[in-house]
């Protein structure tokens, strides 16, 4: 499977900020996924980046505060922008992958912790 | 939309005793159906999935689940639980191309 990393793990933010968070994978992927996993609750699909194209964002999500970037096949970055108290999550990113170069599951990198005081 | 239900919020079993963690599935057409399981202060770690197949899939640290299409279930089972088990199970279905919805989660505590 493929090898994911997120950086930061983790981070305590002021409130009117913005973090960005960087997802990189070991090998090439088409598509990457973030999440959001708030205290206590289940993940929440965020949007859908894709290398060369505008992310695809979920009902709920807007570019404006979750801009994404994706400049190759193995990068991504999330920004929470102008945080709030009520962003304080868990961000993960995922990439589908399978044997022989199939995209049938999904995997998830450690996460980024964010608490905005 | 393609979804999946966890009807237990907490599952409590005694080590090495049998367990089983509850997922239903609503979709349309063939399900593609995951369990993954969360450690505290971890992130998500894939168990095993069903797509086509054998009803009875294993997947890693022992763990297995079996697709049932009439009562649309798709349990996770451990014959023999361990405490090191214990974090939090979420049952998933593709939804769409490649993104996943999941189940609200379900917290395994396996005493010894």
């Known amino acids: 499977s493929a090898v994911i990393s997120q950086k930061p793990s983790r981070d305590i933010c002021q409130r009117g900020t913005s973090l960005t968070i960087q997802c990189q994978v070991d090998s090439q992927v088409t598509m990457m996924f973030w999440y959001r996993q708030q205290p206590g609750q289940s993940l929440t699909l965020i949007a859908t980046?894709?290398?060369?194209?505008?992310?695809?964002?979920e009902s709920g999500f807007v570019i404006d505060k979750f801009p994404i970037s994706r400049p190759n096949l193995t990068f991504s970055t999330l920004t929470v922008s102008n945080m709030s108290p009520e962003d304080s999550s868990i961000y993960l990113c995922?990439?589908?992958?399978?044997?022989?170069?199939?995209?049938?599951?999904?995997?998830f990198g450690p996460g980024t912790r964010l608490t905005v005081l | 939309a393609q979804s999946v239900a966890q009807p237990e919020d907490q599952v409590n079993v005694a080590e090495g005793n049998p367990l089983t963690v509850k997922c239903t599935y609503s979709?349309?057409?063939?399900?593609?159906l995951f369990w993954y399981v969360q450690y505290p202060n971890r992130g998500l770690q894939f168990l095993l999935k069903y797509i086509t197949g054998d009803n009875l899939v294993k997947g890693s640290y022992g763990f297995e689940a079996e697709f049932n299409k009439s009562q649309t279930s798709f349990h996770l089972k451990k014959p023999s639980a361990l405490v090191s088990d214990s974090a939090l199970y979420f049952c998933a279905v593709r939804d769409g191309e490649e993104a996943l919805n999941f189940g609200k989660g379900t917290s395994l505590l396996v005493t010894p």
């Open positions: 980046a894709n290398q060369g194209s505008e992310a695809t964002y």
């Open positions: 995922s990439v589908p992958q399978g044997p022989a170069g199939g995209t049938d599951t999904q995997y």
């Open positions: 979709v349309s057409g063939n399900p593609y």
